[in-house]
């Protein structure tokens, strides 16, 4: 059955928190949907503007938090508020500090953080490709030095429902599950 492209179904849809600083040092985050690990150091957002694409322009840094299911709350709210309307991260009660690598804000609720200077801003396009400079995980997400996502607990973004969902369990080995079939 054909539906409406306008809708198109492209999963998973990370939950991404984008923080940055204006001109006089406030931190803001914002929530967005559209982005992808585009090279092994590099992110690749599409933001239309925002106070948050504002504030990358004139700092040309961000910070990319990855949202997770014991964030599912604050991080919807950083997308449904506006930072020109409100500081978002005073009434959400978070807590920040400054990148030791970007001129941008580390959201200290979320356990996985990706530190990024501006690489390329496209404007027309609206895409934004950030250069993956360091990266902050928490001792309670780690097994063995490695992110381990059924710690991590990743959200997904479901535009057929507008929820959000827990990226899951184990289903296969990549690189070795399909050599059955060679």
């Known amino acids: ?106 959201i200290e609720e979320y356990p996985l953080t990706l530190e990024c200077e501006v690489k390329e801003w496209n404007e027309e396009k609206e895409m934004l490709v950030g250069r993956i400079v360091s990266q902050q995980a928490d001792e309670s997400i780690l097994t063995d030095g490695k992110v381990d996502l059924s710690k991590l607990e990743p959200i997904m973004y479901d535009a057929s429902f507008h929820v959000y969902r827990v990226i899951g369990e184990v289903v296969g080995k990549a690189f070795s599950d399909g050599k059955q079939i060679k």
């Open 1 to 106: 059955m054909e539906f409406d492209s306008k809708h198109s179904v492209i999963v998973p849809e990370g939950v991404f928190i984008i923080g940055t600083y204006d001109e006089n040092g406030v931190p803001n985050a914002m929530n967005a949907a559209w982005g992808i690990q585009s090279d092994f150091e590099e992110i690749t957002l599409y933001l239309s503007k925002h106070k948050t694409t504002e504030n990358i322009k004139k700092t040309g840094a961000f910070t990319v938090a990855c949202a997770t299911r014991k964030t599912v709350v604050i991080s919807d709210y950083f997308g449904i508020e506006s930072g020109n309307n409100v500081n978002k991260i005073e009434k959400a009660g978070v807590h920040v500090h400054k990148s030791a690598h970007v001129n941008a804000p580390i």
